[in-house]
């Protein structure tokens, strides 16, 4: 019987830790939080902190693993390298590992290998090194650790400046802030997988984010891009170029781009070592092109045989279901949606009783609908449509509102 260590038993991990079993094998798994979501479905597992190397390591030695890894998180990604490469088995070089957790580092390697780079970048330590340099606005401040948009700002005004920075250490865990040159253009994501000496683009997927003058905020995506063939070979060579910058050998990467308005170039504005959230990876990829990102990396990491390649091209596009702030109160069955109109699936990502808050990160949101269409406009248009539909299946009572 086949044992994978997985490091991490969290949200993101647990449909991972699933899927192994599903396969016959067994699942264990760490984490420091005793109660943590993947142990109900996992073989086994032990509370040891997913940043203690040396005993993840010795837990690994103790179940004579066959392979270790993680899922959809890059905090993990130097313990499960570490592991790896103590027992010969199948990761990214540590090396990698290591930078994957710092975005200045990224894109810094990047700049080192001659990817497009525009305007300026640096990482200050805390809110005062702001007064050593010079901010040409408009500008993007995150945390260099961040994740789902937690601590991200664009600012466009001076007075914004300093809340901004405030505001990006909060969510910093090692009090690492990075700022770089705000780039004006369309923006995409884009998915990719290397295996065997082979990288695979599964998907250019074109990002929709909007703020309507009633508030309401329109965010999702959708594949394919609509780009034509030169923009879409413009970014694979990118996206290509700084996987071998980055030294990614194994396994998932996502990427965020920006096509630029100014000289039509990608821009790599953020690189994700690992798959890509918002159902990315879980959902677009698997639907319009007939591969699962989970069980190839499975497989992959066992030193299994896998098949990679696309199957096919369809058009599927989704809409995070934003709706206005309070208490979700009921939410109402959803079968009369799903499977009409082509709406393929919704998945709640809260429940009733949870808070709805003011969009301001990834995670302010009920969850995703999923639509497909001929085109990739008639599945956005599928997918807009039915988020509309669905603020009426989702009851939220603001707060301070009577019955």
């Not at 905090?75 to 490469?85: D, E, K, R």
Request: hydrophobic fraction near 35%.
């Amino acid at each position: 019987m086949k044992r994978i260590l997985v490091i991490g038993a969290g949200e993101y991990q647990m449909p991972l830790i699933k899927r192994i079993t599903e396969f016959g094998y067994e699942a264990y798994c760490v984490d420091k939080k005793k109660n943590s979501v993947g142990f109900k479905y996992a073989t086994g597992y032990k509370a040891i902190d997913i940043l203690d190397k040396d005993g993840c390591l010795k837990y690994a030695k103790e179940l004579n693993i066959s392979a270790v890894m993680t899922y959809g998180a890059t905090i993990s990604l130097p313990t499960v390298s570490y592991i790896a490469s103590k027992l010969g088995l199948v990761s990214l070089p540590e090396e990698t590992a290591e930078i994957s957790k710092n975005k200045y580092r990224l894109k810094m390697r990047l700049y080192e290998n001659g990817l497009n780079i525009k305007g300026d970048f640096f990482e200050i330590h805390s809110p005062e090194e702001i007064r050593n340099h010079r901010i040409f606005l408009p500008v993007v401040i995150k945390p260099c650790d961040g994740s789902g948009s937690k601590g991200v700002s664009i600012i466009h005004n001076e007075d914004e400046l300093e809340n901004a920075i405030i505001y990006a250490f909060q969510n910093a865990r090692y009090n690492e802030v990075y700022i770089e040159s705000f780039i004006e253009g369309e923006e995409y994501s884009a998915e990719a997988f290397v295996a065997k000496d082979e990288i695979y683009v599964y998907a250019i997927v074109k990002t929709t984010f909007k703020k309507e003058k009633d508030g309401s905020v329109v965010y999702g995506h959708r594949t394919p891009s609509g780009l034509g063939k030169d923009d879409t070979s413009l970014i694979e060579k990118e996206i290509k170029k700084a996987i071998g910058a980055l030294g990614i050998t194994v396994g998932s990467v996502n990427f965020d781009v920006i096509l630029s308005k100014d000289d039509g170039k990608p821009y790599i504005i953020d690189c994700g070592i690992r798959v890509g959230q918002n159902l990315i990876a879980s959902h677009l990829v698997p639907l319009s092109r007939g591969v699962s990102i989970m069980d190839n990396t499975i497989k992959l990491f066992l030193g299994e045989k896998i098949d990679a390649k696309p199957k096919k091209s369809d058009c599927i596009a989704t809409r995070l279901l934003i709706y206005r702030p309070g208490v979700i109160e009921e939410i109402r069955p959803m079968e009369d949606v799903i499977g009409k109109n082509g709406v393929v699936d919704v998945v709640m990502r809260k429940q009733v009783g949870d808070l709805q808050g003011e969009y301001k990160e990834k995670s302010d949101t009920c969850g995703w609908v999923i639509a497909r269409g001929s085109t990739p406009d008639e599945a956005e248009s599928n997918a807009q449509n039915a988020k509309d539909i669905l603020e009426n299946y989702i009851i939220i009572k603001q707060l301070g509102e009577s019955k």
